[in-house]
């Protein structure tokens, strides 16, 4: 758990980040969950919740609809659902329904990219189905919040005499105002209504010619509102009709009330898990708008924070279009523990320290940052902060003494692990006194393992950083011309106040500039001409070393060329290589067009022993030509060496010139000069003579093996006659024999069942003379028994050249 108490989040301005965040949600459920944003207690949250704004930002860049926007705040109208008879309004339902279905929705969106989002997709999954109950308010209201005429029949009914009553109503006043006779008596010729009763609007002389009941008068008295006699009892019908129109749509709204007060808490759960997915999307939203990163999130290390930059600066400055907000490097809690930031007023120290504290809170909260990616923040104990004129006139408690009380509370509060930020350490009080103090504090605060970024204008602490293992000096740079501060901070530097230079460019008069001047020089004491020595030092240093780094910025460079030029003369060496291979690969695909030739015309000649004689003689050509056009190429490989006997060890990559095949060593040569090479399909002994080195395989070798075969075949190692006739099982077999031939597949197994043995006869006469075939035999009984046929393919030369694959 960490301790972070209220008064540290107030001076670090986390209020602002709240309101940022809450509106940037899209409900007013996740407006008020991204208010009460704050830092998580634990590791494991803050890095579920970075991990949730990572993914979102992901589908945020993919514009995927989010509506965020129809989720209502239904929670008060489902604690008015709770009670025994309650009746909620027709819009409380519409509300109700317009949400879950904006939930439901979003779970969708989410796990339509769940690949992109696992863990937002693990947290909308929780979101409960609520299809059912958005069916029934949907049956029953209109999205205007109107119950429908369809909500039930006796409604329907109702509502279709009311209609019918009211035409005839309006047809009886219409047809009074257009009698000619009672027209000096008619105000305005309209139908209206009063007291929820139709009426027409008649002169005050109306006695003589109408009767009626009034309804109504104008404020000046000039129209009175009349019921006709004539509609009387049509009007007082109307009412009873209403009333039960009324009594009807309480009851369909009491039966959805009952629906939703049985599923009560789903409903709620649902609209709380999902306002949680909209505060989400809002941090997310805030991390693209400042360009934020997502941090490493430690357990206990260094605090490195890269190009960080205030977000509520940058928000600023990006707002009103000016200059974009100094970025500054800041580490602390690997060579150092306290970093101790010196310089002038105005000059950046405090927005530093702000910085530091501000983006510690938000990483601990699972936001982005606004920091280079490559930054790390270690998951603190607690953040704790005296910043700013503590001065408390209700108290009676002077600047100082409110910081005094601050520090105290803070050390009180301190345990290994907690970072510590103080504004003007040792400010307020003699600079002696307030030296001494401020070394003291900083030292007590080492004792307890903490972490500290203070700021200080006193020259006898910064002296003392210098003499301390566990302190390091770092300084804002200011520029004296411009009477600017750069915002750049330095670390391991301490900064001047310049305070007689910021007086003189502000217009104090010179007489006094040099007064103070001369005061300055009289009482100049050694310790502030050693740290004038120091930083003297230190800047000469500074400069060796971005010289240093020039230098090895340009020896990088260099060598980048020569790589550049190695790996030019690499990739022409390979271009030589492919044009020999692209002419090897033209010789194998016309041997390719030649097998499937030979094959045409065995099936098709009418002689199969002349045509099995003749196709393997013609095999035994192509194999003889391959062999020689993949040796010619081989040999020509540029990148090739070839081996010695006694050179070649097990387990080495070679390649058999012969047959255009990478494979393995297996043991040693044997005394007559024979090895053996694992291949794909198996092992081969070869003569020393035809092995040639290939080094090892790395990344950007190119596969050299040789395929007659396309890419996209694709041949099993069996074949199912089963439910073939005769002649359709011939014609398979014979397809399939060719097409294993070509692919490389040695051995198959061809199906045919045991049944009468018909299939079985078939395929054995056909395989009987296949010039493809080597050998067969009818399955063991572990393959299939007899109802199996094992095929060996012919295993020539030509046919590992033909399936050779690397």
């Not at 019918?164 to 305005?188: C, G, V």
């Not at 393997?616 to 030509?625: A, G, V, Y």
């Not at 050998?775 to 050249?801: H, P």
Request: aromatic share 4%; proline share 4%.
């Amino acid at each position: 758990m960490n301790q972070i108490d209220q008064h540290t989040l107030d001076v670090l301005e986390w209020p602002a980040i709240q309101a940022r965040l809450a509106a940037l949600a899209g409900s007013s459920v996740g407006r008020e969950l991204a208010q009460a944003t704050r830092p998580l207690p634990t590791l494991e949250e803050a890095k579920k919740v970075r991990n949730e704004v990572e993914e979102f930002r992901a589908l945020l860049s993919r514009e995927t609809a989010l509506p965020f926007d129809q989720l209502f705040d239904i929670r008060e109208s489902i604690r008015r659902s709770r009670p025994e008879g309650a009746v909620l309004a027709a819009m409380d339902f519409v509300r109700v329904a317009t949400s879950l279905e904006a939930a439901e929705a979003i779970r969708h969106a989410i796990a339509r990219s769940r690949n992109l989002c696992p863990q937002l997709h693990a947290l909308a999954s929780r979101l409960d189905d609520h299809t059912g109950l958005v069916r029934e308010i949907h049956a029953a209201i209109d999205a205007a919040g109107e119950v429908k005429d369809t909500a039930s029949r006796k409604l329907n009914q109702l509502r279709l005499r009311l209609h019918e009553l009211r035409h005839l109503i309006y047809s009886r006043l219409q047809s009074i105002l257009t009698d000619p006779p009672l027209q000096p008596s008619i105000a305005e010729p309209l139908v209206t209504l009063r007291n929820e009763r139709f009426v027409i609007p008649v002169k005050p002389n109306y006695r003589t010619v109408l009767k009626g009941v009034v309804q109504d008068r104008s404020v000046s008295g000039a129209t009175i509102f009349l019921e006709p006699q004539e509609v009387v009892e049509l009007n007082n019908h109307l009412r009873l009709l209403q009333q039960s129109e009324e009594e009807e749509i309480r009851r369909v709204l009491a039966a959805l009330t009952t629906s939703l007060q049985s599923q009560a808490e789903a409903v709620l759960s649902t609209i709380l898990l999902t306002a949680e997915l909209d505060a989400r999307c809002a941090a997310a939203r805030f991390a693209d708008r400042l360009h934020c990163a997502p941090v490493s999130l430690k357990d206990t290390g260094p605090l490195v924070l890269r190009e960080a930059r205030h977000p509520l600066l940058l928000e600023q400055t990006e707002a009103a279009g000016t200059i974009q907000t100094i970025p500054i490097d800041l580490r602390l809690g690997d060579s150092f523990d306290v970093l101790l930031i010196t310089g002038p007023n105005t000059g950046g120290k405090t927005v530093a320290l702000k910085t530091a504290g501000l983006l510690s809170l938000m990483a601990q909260a699972g936001l982005h940052l606004p920091v280079s990616p490559d930054s790390e923040v270690p998951f603190f104990s607690g953040v704790l902060a005296d910043i700013g004129d503590e001065q408390s006139i209700e108290q009676s408690l002077s600047t100082f003494s409110s910081h005094i009380g601050q520090i105290r509370r803070i050390l009180e509060a301190v345990r290994p692990g907690t970072l510590v930020l103080l504004d003007e350490l040792g400010a307020g009080t003699d600079p002696v006194e307030g030296a001494c103090l401020g070394i003291a504090i900083l030292e007590a605060l080492l004792d307890r393992g903490t972490l500290v970024v203070a700021t200080t204008h006193l020259d006898a602490i910064k002296a003392y950083a210098y003499s301390h293992p566990r302190i390091e000096n770092g300084c804002v740079e200011f520029d004296l011309d411009t009477l600017r501060p750069l915002y750049r901070l330095l670390i391991g530097l301490s900064g001047r106040s310049h305070g007689l230079a910021i007086a003189s460019r502000v217009g104090l008069p010179a007489s006094v500039i040099q007064r103070a001047e001369g005061l300055l020089g009289e009482g100049r004491d050694p310790l502030r001409l050693l740290l004038d020595r120091l930083e003297g030092e230190q800047q000469r240093l500074a400069i060796e070393r971005e010289v240093l780094a020039r230098e090895a910025a340009e020896t990088a460079k260099a060598r980048g060329e020569a790589e550049a030029h190695r790996t030019a003369a690499r990739a022409e060496a390979e271009h030589i290589y492919r044009q020999a291979f692209q002419q090897a690969e033209g010789a194998v695909a016309d041997a390719r067009a030649e097998i499937d030739r030979l094959l045409l015309e065995f099936r098709s000649a009418q002689s199969r022993e002349q045509s099995v004689q003749a196709v393997r003689r013609r095999l035994s050509d192509l194999e003889r030509q391959a062999k020689t056009e993949l040796s010619d190429v081989i040999d020509s490989d540029p990148v090739a060496s070839h081996v010695g006997a006694a050179s070649i060890c097990d387990g080495q990559e070679v390649l058999i010139k012969g047959l255009g095949q990478r494979g393995i060593v297996k043991g040693t040569p044997s005394p007559a000069g024979m090895v053996e090479i694992q291949l794909s399909l198996g092992r081969v002994k070869v003569s020393v003579d035809e092995v040639v080195s290939q080094g090892g395989s790395g990344p950007g070798e190119t596969n050299r093996s040789i395929r007659l075969f396309r890419e996209t075949d694709d041949v099993k190692t069996e074949l199912n006659l089963i439910g073939c006739d005769t002649t359709e099982a011939a014609r398979r077999l014979d397809q399939y024999i060719g097409d294993a031939y070509l692919a490389g597949v040695p051995i198959v197994r061809i199906i045919h069942g045991k049944g009468s043995g018909i299939l079985r006869k078939t395929v054995a006469e056909l395989l009987q003379d296949h010039p493809l075939v080597e050998n067969f035999r009818v399955a063991d009984y572990q393959e299939g028994g007899i109802g199996v046929t094992i095929v060996e393919l012919c295993s020539r030369m030509l046919s590992m050249c033909i399936g050779g694959a690397a």
